[in-house]
């Protein structure tokens, strides 16, 4: 392993397997089902934390769940776009895509970035085969109308900005149901054969929406939605996130997230978690202990 696991020494021999006991209940409810994991922000940049992310998968995976992994990719992509003289602009929160952003966006994501991921895991122990929306015709998009959040008459182009028109599970079943955890990149393709850049949380979303997941667990690169004041909000509804948008609360890439984790909730998503990717473990935190973190979505 490329890091030093945290020293337990201090922890007697009877409370590790009583910790180890305490996950039984949760394993035994989860086994068997679908869990869409948006894998972004800190946890992707971190060694440590990549590291324990992949463990994290690894662990589910071995216990009976199924864990599926969609990643986004903004500061590698910027980081790529820097490197050719480009500067990303976003308009609440999508990426501008020009045809040479595009061409960017997918050897980031599908060359390095998930591929890295794939690493990662598989050196973890685990099975992880890697995945464009165009295989097996996973994700079919059309370019993006993005309205103005207060102005809905007024419409902007964004480029190759995909919004999902279908997704196709197939080849995640068929990969989930073998024993391979899937990891997504977010491009979809278009009716012209066209590529499509899409916000990795929406894609997440929709996809645990087909799989009928059990939870969409989301890791970004804060604590959750904070209020005006900076404070975490442990919980929110479907008004209260319309309020929060609407007084400005909520913006940048906070704004594709929750219309994403509505969605799910609304469409039958037992769990919708917005989480900070920034603790070590949170995933194995969230799902096979009680501690809730970060933010849960209700569709009421
Ligand atoms: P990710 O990689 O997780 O998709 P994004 O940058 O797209 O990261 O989205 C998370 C960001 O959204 C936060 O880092 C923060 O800057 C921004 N944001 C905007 N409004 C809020 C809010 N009310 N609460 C928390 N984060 C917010
Ligand atoms: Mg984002």
């Known amino acids: 392993m490329s890091h030093t696991p945290l020293d337990l020494s201090h922890i007697a021999v009877r409370d590790k397997a009583e910790i180890l006991a305490q996950a039984l209940p ?15 922000g800190n946890a ?9 992310f992949a463990e994290d998968v690894v662990l589910l995976k071995l216990v009976g769940i199924n864990p599926i992994v969609v990643h986004g990719g903004g500061p590698q992509i910027d980081e790529a776009l820097a ?15 020009d045809a040479e952003t595009m061409g960017v966006v997918e050897w980031v994501l599908a060359g390095e970035v998930q591929q890295d991921i794939v690493g990662l895991i598989n050196h973890a122990g685990g099975k ?28 902007y182009d964004v480029g190759q ?17 073998d024993a391979f955890i899937p990891v997504i990149s977010p491009i ?3 009716e012209h054969n066209e590529s499509y850049n899409i916000n990795a949380d929406l894609v997440a979303s929709k996809l645990a929406e087909v799989l009928k997941a059990e939870k969409l667990l989301m890791l970004t690169n804060i604590s959750g939605v904070l209020d005006k004041q900076g404070q975490l909000l442990t919980d929110l509804t479907s008004r209260r996130i319309d309020e929060l948008v609407a007084d400005g609360t909520i913006s940048g890439g906070m704004l594709p997230k ?11 998503v037992n769990a919708v978690h917005i989480i900070d990717g920034r603790v070590p ?3 194995l935190l969230e799902i096979l202990t009680d501690q809730a973190f970060g933010t849960m979505i209700r569709a009421r």
Do not use: N
Not at 44 to 52: E, F, I, R, V, Y
């Open 26 to 40: 949760y394993i035994r409810k989860f086994h068997g089902k679908t869990m869409v994991i948006k894998y972004g």
């Open 44 to 52: 992707m940049t971190d060694p440590a934390l990549q590291a324990a």
């Open 83 to 97: 490197r050719i003289g480009k500067k990303g602009t976003f308009i609440q929160g999508m990426r501008v895509t």
């Open 128 to 155: 992880a085969v890697g995945l464009t929306g165009r295989d097996g015709g996973l994700v079919r998009a059309r370019k993006m109308k993005l309205l103005d959040k207060d102005d809905p008459t007024k419409e």
């Open 161 to 177: 900005v995909g919004e999902i028109d279908s997704i196709d599970p197939a080849v995640v079943k068929a990969l989930q149901d």
């Open 188 to 190: 979809g393709f278009g």
């Open 258 to 268: 929750l219309a994403g984790a509505i969605d799910a909730a609304k469409c039958g």
């Open 281 to 283: 473990h949170v995933l």
